[in-house]
């Protein structure tokens, strides 16, 4: 079966600090990975997503980047964090298959990173 | 932006059934409705999804209209743990799938 991990569970960064956030899948093969962020009270907001190894779409500008090194793992980055940047942090796949083949293009989403930039 | 619109809040008594609204105007022929959860500090799960007919999983029903301009997620018999955000999305499968949430309907199961 597939799984998806997220670390750290918790982050408390000072401002302008770095950051990196990993997330790898377990089970599956050439997924799609998508990074979204969830301000406090607020919906969920797409910041990237990638089809391939080196294959990295942003949504939004912003202080953030993400990178894909290998297969089935995303990693999301920032060098110098912002106060804005606080957020749940939540990493997410989907199989390659078409939506005629149902449930194939589900989002599984990980457990999230909780980031409190001071 | 979110192609859906969905009440803020509802509320439901343990046991019966809840009913939400999602509406999607000016959804197009080739774009799905998919229902998501969000429990508190969790990330979002997937419920159910349709294109025209109605749909039936081991966690809820799927009822969308005739002319797909809106739907109504059902759970049956709504528990406790049913308390979450639930978030009606409109989407088309082109490349990676990229889900577009609104601010979704706050739903708090009463004992």
């Known amino acids: 079966s597939q799984t998806i991990h997220q670390w750290p569970a918790t982050l408390v960064q000072p401002v302008g600090s770095p950051l990196s956030l990993e997330c790898t899948v377990e089970?599956?093969?050439?997924?799609?990975l998508y990074w979204y962020r969830q301000a406090a009270g607020r919906g969920l907001q797409l910041l990237f997503y990638?089809?391939?190894?080196?294959?990295i779409s942003s949504e939004v500008p912003q202080n953030l980047s993400a990178s894909r090194p290998q297969d089935r793992q995303f990693i999301l980055s920032s060098k110098k964090l912002l106060l804005s940047d606080s957020g749940f942090y939540l990493c997410?796949?989907?199989?390659?298959?078409?939506?005629?083949?149902?449930?194939?293009?589900?989002?599984?989403f990980g457990p999230g990173t909780r980031l409190t930039v001071l | 932006d979110a192609k859906t619109t969905q009440p803020p809040s509802m509320d439901c008594a343990e046991g019966r059934a809840a009913n939400l609204p999602c509406n999607h105007s000016t959804i197009s022929g080739n774009e799905y409705v998919y229902w998501y959860r969000q429990i508190h500090s969790q990330g979002p799960q997937y419920i159910i999804h349709g294109l025209k007919n109605n749909e039936t999983n081991e966690m809820a029903s799927l009822i969308i209209t005739e002319d797909r301009k809106s739907s109504t997620l059902i759970l049956p018999h709504a528990t406790l743990r049913d308390t979450a955000v639930y978030y009606c999305i409109v989407r088309v499968a082109s490349g990676a799938q990229k889900l577009v949430f609104g601010q979704g309907t706050r739903l708090t199961i009463n004992p």
């Open positions: 089970g599956t093969s050439n997924p799609n």
């Open positions: 990638s089809v391939g190894i080196g294959q």
């Open positions: 997410a796949w989907s199989g390659q298959g078409a939506l005629g083949s149902g449930r194939a293009n589900e989002q599984f």
